[in-house]
């Protein structure tokens, strides 16, 4: 091995970020994420690291080609996130970013259960940063929830390393089944960062609550590693299949009647997710393959939509969309890239999710999963409605919100930029991912058949979308938050648990008030004794004294006496 372990120049440049300032800081936003991708490249398959830590073999590094896809996908978006970042110096966005990027890196190398556990706690807690960063109430808030769930998914996972060393004296990282408590939790864990369904909440809670640039790192990372996490572990499991078509499903109904827009993109990537869980569900081949490669576009164009919107937030300091419109006026680069980013999204040919997400649809006809089929076909549709055309539709053209912001600065048009190339490069040359998937695979995905069909599907939504605008069926744009499955900590459990929790509030404050009183009580005594005018603080006559000192001598021989045993 020539090269050093792929997390450390990440999570060292995120520690001399720290002291950096000016264009030093600049310099190595843009460098460290260059030679890391550049360390990753120098890598060769099979090569370890291997540790002894307290009776256990560590295995810090282990490279394949799945974990290799990933090293290059999460260096290419720590290298698109520090251009976006350029323009602001937030010294704790910026560390906390890179020491963000560089946990997932190391979560995807893990050869084992703990060193896993380890970068999968880093990743949560230096995440939880890049909400904490936009430094308002609802944020500080949205972080604490955010950290609460992803420290939790660190628990579940180490509990069941425990458990699956327990049974089985190994804490290898390889392919389980679903035959244990240990393995489904796990799976749990896994599931919590994937936001499986009633799991999900804190994605479209923390993700728009962060900052313009945090936005777009949180949304390359901790998914992407649980999915990479899901593709090493449970490949295979069919249960996966119908958690991933439900993920497809649910999230179409609230993107649409959603008003912040980042909030539209949250459930954008849950449905996305569950394209690549279902791919994980059918195994190895060309459903891993499908999955992983919708894993690597989707940090492309998910990553633009959130760089978009991001510019628009900076720019306007709104995001819903009933506050936007007509901003393509000032800001056409961001309007254009953001077109690129709702076309890779929604498949169209040419752009890059048209080479992944059918890869999976097609698989999961092959295997006889015809009702999972339409559902996916149902969501390809959905997510054309909600993300392909709502997000640049009430953000650019909907109406004329009289807003003339300036175009989004240098630095950001050079990342959305990129990120837009990559979009249309995948899907003209769909060939050059495929080199990269751990599966071999002949797949073409521009033949006749699917170009015609996903066009066919592609019209019909549009067609829909404006049926429903025309006749003012489609939800309009509320100034309102809603609330799904958080609706039972948000809503129902302070119904329920409020009442018991404020008396035993009060209760505990009435004890305090009444030992605060006795205190004062006591101590009002003592200094009324010790005072020089009081009982202990006056002086005494020789002849008191005398009295009281011969007292405690005869009950001290006394009190010896008879621990002798009168003898």
């Not at 919708?294 to 009933?322: E, P």
């Amino acid at each position: 091995m020539t090269s050093v372990h792929p997390a450390l120049p990440l999570l060292l440049g995120g520690l001399l970020l720290t002291v950096a300032r000016g264009w030093v800081q600049k310099v190595l936003l843009v460098v460290v994420p260059v030679l890391g991708l550049l360390n990753v490249v120098a890598l060769d398959l099979r090569d370890q690291v291997l540790l002894n830590l307290g009776g256990f073999q560590l295995e810090l590094l282990q490279v394949d080609t799945l974990s290799l896809l990933f090293g290059y996908l999460f260096h290419l978006g720590a290298l698109l996130a520090g251009i976006y970042s350029l323009h602001h110096d937030d010294r704790v966005q910026h560390v906390s970013g890179f020491l963000y990027a560089g946990s997932a890196v190391g979560a995807v190398f893990a050869g084992d259960l703990l060193t896993l556990f380890l970068f999968w706690e880093l990743l949560a807690v230096t995440s939880a940063f890049q909400i904490f960063a936009r430094r308002t109430e609802s944020s500080i808030g949205a972080g604490m929830r955010y950290l609460l769930v992803h420290v939790s998914s660190g628990l579940l996972l180490l509990a069941g390393a425990m458990l699956h060393y327990q049974k089985t004296g190994s804490i290898d990282f390889e392919r389980m089944q679903l035959v244990g408590v240990a393995e489904w939790l796990l799976l749990l864990a896994f599931g919590i960062k994937c936001a499986f369904p009633l799991l999900h909440t804190w994605l479209v809670d923390g993700y728009p609550a962060s900052t313009p640039t945090g936005g777009v790192f949180l949304c390359s990372f901790t998914t992407k590693a649980a999915v990479y996490a899901l593709a090493r572990g449970f490949a295979g499991a069919e249960v996966l299949i119908w958690v991933g078509a439900v993920m497809t499903f649910f999230p179409i109904f609230y993107a649409v009647i959603e008003n912040d827009l980042r909030r539209v993109l949250g459930y954008s990537m849950i449905n996305q997710i569950g394209f690549m869980v279902v791919g994980i569900g059918l195994g190895d081949g060309m459903g891993v393959n499908g999955a992983v490669a919708h894993a690597f576009n989707d940090v492309f164009f998910k990553g633009l939509l959130f760089m978009a919107m991001g510019a628009v937030l900076l720019r306007t300091g709104r995001i819903n969309g009933s506050e936007l419109g007509g901003l393509y006026k000032t800001m056409p680069w961001t309007a254009g890239c953001c077109m690129v980013g709702a076309a890779s999204i929604s498949a169209f040919p040419l752009f890059s999710g048209f080479v992944s997400k059918s890869m999976v649809m097609v698989e999961a006809a092959n295997q006889g999963h015809m009702v999972v089929w339409l559902v996916l076909l149902f969501a390809s549709a959905g997510v054309f409605h909600h993300a392909g055309i709502k997000i640049p539709f009430f953000a650019f053209f909907a109406h004329d919100s009289g807003l003339r912001p300036a175009e989004a600065p240098w630095n950001m048009r050079i990342a959305m930029g990129l990120g837009a190339a990559m979009c249309i490069a995948i899907g003209c040359l769909p060939g050059v991912l495929y080199g990269f998937l751990p599966f071999q695979t002949d797949y073409h995905p521009y033949d006749a058949t699917h170009v015609l069909t996903q066009l066919q599907l592609l019209f019909f939504s549009a067609l829909a979308f404006t049926f429903l605008k025309l006749t003012h069926i489609y939800p309009p744009e509320l100034r309102s938050t809603n609330l799904d499955a958080d609706w039972t900590v948000r809503r129902l459990a302070p119904a329920l648990f409020g009442f018991p929790v404020r008396a035993a509030a009060r209760m505990w404050r009435g004890g305090l008030e009444v030992g605060q009183a006795a205190l004062y009580t006591a101590g009002s005594a003592i200094g009324w004794l010790h005072r020089p005018s009081g009982r202990l603080g006056a002086p005494w006559p020789t002849g008191t004294t005398a009295f009281w000192a011969a007292l405690l001598l005869a009950a001290y021989l006394l009190f010896a006496y008879f621990e002798q045993g009168g003898r």
